[in-house]
């Protein structure tokens, strides 16, 4: 039988999907997903002192810095076309109000200034929060051994007021507080700040993944969870309400976090909102990468690439990640 009588009697396949995956370069032609350096946003941890680059543990790669050290990690920053960072802060001291968050002389406000004196053109975004600074290191204001919701939107206000004042580009608000975008878009306008942008920490769940963080940050809490005010992890409806009540708080950009284990509220935002969307591939993530990668188990290069790829894939415009100087390099060396 002829290859013609196969293929019409149903013997050969018509189509051959394997056809334009033959070689690079037609896999790079029909690639549905382009990872750039230009979708990264790198998080930085900065504290008070001189002299400082001291490196967190539980993640390998990632330091504590002073703010007389930042410079020559923007440059290198913006030298790996990398065009975001995001701040957080390790206080001086920590009291129950967490004074230091909205101080003008406090590490973040200090760590703004210095980024912009160095690299006007980074987008600088500042995590709104209250945990690294305060002594309960919980994400607001306690009364009776409870979070407060409506006083700690005031101090939100204040905190994201003296981020802009600072320079910040954008502030993040992470507390999962009800009503804090809205708190925050007030308090700018009112201050004068009407262009400084909001990314919403909208759907964060209280998640397993944060452990590293909380070592890097010092801010866990000194009693109970978090469970009250972040996301149950089983929800995902709850969480297009959130999104969908922060937009209309008037927030720019919103934000799944965790990346990884929550793909599909990611897939979800994308096909319902049409807003920038941001994912955190959180400490917790970004460790456990680092130690397989360590250990020889799995090839660390092609392992986190293929992760932001699917963090993009599933509908993110931004990664926020811990990865993202390295995925730079790679993807340069292409």
């Excluded at 009588?5 to 070689?23: C, D, K, N, V, Y």
């Excluded at 050290?69 to 076309?81: G, Q, T």
Aim: net charge negative; with cysteine; aromatic share 6%.
């Amino acid at each position: 039988m002829t290859v013609l009588s196969r293929i019409i009697a149903g013997e050969t396949p018509l189509r051959r999907m394997r056809r334009l995956r033959r070689t690079a370069s037609l896999r790079g032609l029909v690639r549905e997903t382009a990872l750039s350096p230009r979708d990264f946003i790198l998080p930085l941890f900065v504290k008070h002192g001189s002299n400082a680059k001291d490196e967190i543990p539980s993640m390998p790669g990632v330091f504590q810095w002073s703010a007389d050290r930042l410079a020559r990690e923007i440059d290198a920053i913006a030298e790996l076309n990398i065009p975001a960072v995001l701040l957080f802060g390790l206080p001086a001291q920590k009291d129950e109000t967490g004074t230091e968050n909205f101080a003008d002389n406090g590490i973040v406000q200090q760590a703004i200034r210095e980024i912009k004196k160095v690299a006007p053109d980074i987008v600088v975004m500042t995590d709104v929060c209250m945990c690294e600074y305060t002594d309960h290191g919980h994400c607001g204001l306690i009364r009776n051994g409870v979070v407060e919701n409506d006083e700690t939107l005031e101090i939100f206000g204040r905190v994201a007021v003296s981020h802009a004042a600072a320079g910040a580009d954008v502030v993040a608000p992470s507390g999962m507080m009800d009503g804090q975008v809205k708190a925050i878009r007030v308090s700018l306008d009112k201050a004068g700040f009407k262009d400084t942008a909001i990314l919403g920490y909208s759907a964060k769940y209280s998640s397993a993944l944060y452990g590293p963080f909380r070592v890097a940050a010092d801010s866990a809490p000194a009693f109970g969870d978090r469970r009250a005010y972040q996301m149950d992890p089983a929800n995902a409806r709850e969480a297009m309400r959130e999104i969908e009540t922060d937009i209309g708080e008037g927030a720019d950009m919103v934000m799944i976090k965790p990346a990884l284990s929550y793909l599909d509220i990611v897939r979800q935002t994308r096909d319902r909102f049409d807003v920038p969307i941001a994912a955190y591939n959180v400490s917790g993530e970004y460790a456990m990468v680092k130690a397989a990668g360590r250990n020889g188990w799995i090839d660390e290069r092609a392992v986190t690439l293929e992760l932001l790829t699917g963090i993009k894939r599933a509908g993110a415009d931004l990664l926020i990640t811990y990865h993202a100087k390295d995925a730079a390099l790679w993807l340069q060396q292409g």
